[in-house]
Structure formats: C-alpha cells, structure tokens
C-alpha cells in the first residue's frame, strides 16, 4: 500500500477545528438542530396555529354527528408534534434556564390529554359520544387557552426568538 499522497492531520488541528464550527454555531446546530431566531419565530407561532385549529376543532366538534372526537384528538397529537419541535429550536441555554417551566408545560399537555381519556370512558359508560366529546371540549377549550398563556409568558422570559 503506498502512502497518501496528502498529510494527514493532526489532532490538534482536528481540535481547532472542532472550536471554530463551534464558535460558529455551525455543531451546536448540527447536534441540537436550529437555534437561530427565525426557526424559533416559526416554530412558536407554529404552536400558536396549532392552539388556535385545536380550539377551533374543539368549538365545532359537537356540530358533528358523530362528536368529533378523532377531529380533536387528531388536532390535539399535532399540537404536541408542534410543541415538540418548537423545543427542539431551543438553545442549551434556553433548555437549562426554562427546564422547570418547560416540564410544567409538558406536564400540562399530558393533563390536558386526560380529558381524552375522561370522554372514552364516558362513552364505554353510555354516555352519547356527541354529549361526551362536548363536555371534553368545553375543558379542552379553556386549558388549552391557559396553556398556551404559560407558554407565551415563558417564550417571553426565555427570549425565544431575539436573537
């Protein structure tokens, strides 16, 4: 085998390297996806769209024969999927700063997801899934409202989005 026809590198500047992306911000996106202002921006208004169709579904569902019940669950899942990449725009930093109020957040979601879990078990007690998806909606409706004020207050205080 004959020798490479290039040095090979060594391992400091390897190491140098390593310090320049990361200055740069260049690895920290690459192992913690983005953290830039604007995929902040659209991934915390996308959690707001979310909000706002899951509310709206919620409003309507009873207006359908059958309740609406997999309208809503399937709007609420997309809630979550929104919420889980808008953490995942956010910076180590942020992460450590927010890490309580970011657990009460998601501890909130999986309250929230109870009401689901309230409505079925109306249902299999004989309840009518239209009179079952309408008292759902009616907590959904305002837990979610207040679940998305704690999630605007602590965007606000973890400066998501400023750059």
Do not use: H
């Not at 910076?91 to 909130?108: F, H, K, M, V």
């Amino acid at each position: 085998m004959s020798p490479l026809p290039w040095p090979t590198p060594r391992p400091s500047l390897i190491v140098v390297l390593v310090l320049m992306l990361s200055g740069a911000g260049l690895l920290r996106e690459a192992v913690y996806g983005q953290t830039n202002p604007e995929a902040q921006r659209n991934a915390l208004n996308s959690v707001r769209s979310q909000v706002s169709w899951l509310q709206n579904a919620s409003r309507t569902a009873s207006s359908y024969n059958t309740g609406g019940y997999g309208l809503v669950w399937q709007q609420f899942q997309s809630l979550c999927a929104a919420y889980a990449g808008f953490k995942s725009t956010l910076s180590p930093q942020q992460r450590a700063a927010g890490a309580n109020e970011l657990a009460e957040l998601d501890a909130g979601l999986g309250i929230i997801q109870e009401c689901f879990t309230n409505a079925q078990q109306d249902m299999a007690e004989g309840r009518s899934e239209r009179a079952a998806v309408a008292s759902m909606c009616r907590v959904l409706d305002r837990a979610i409202g207040l679940w998305l004020q704690e999630m605007d207050k602590n965007a606000g205080r973890l400066r998501v989005g400023w750059g």
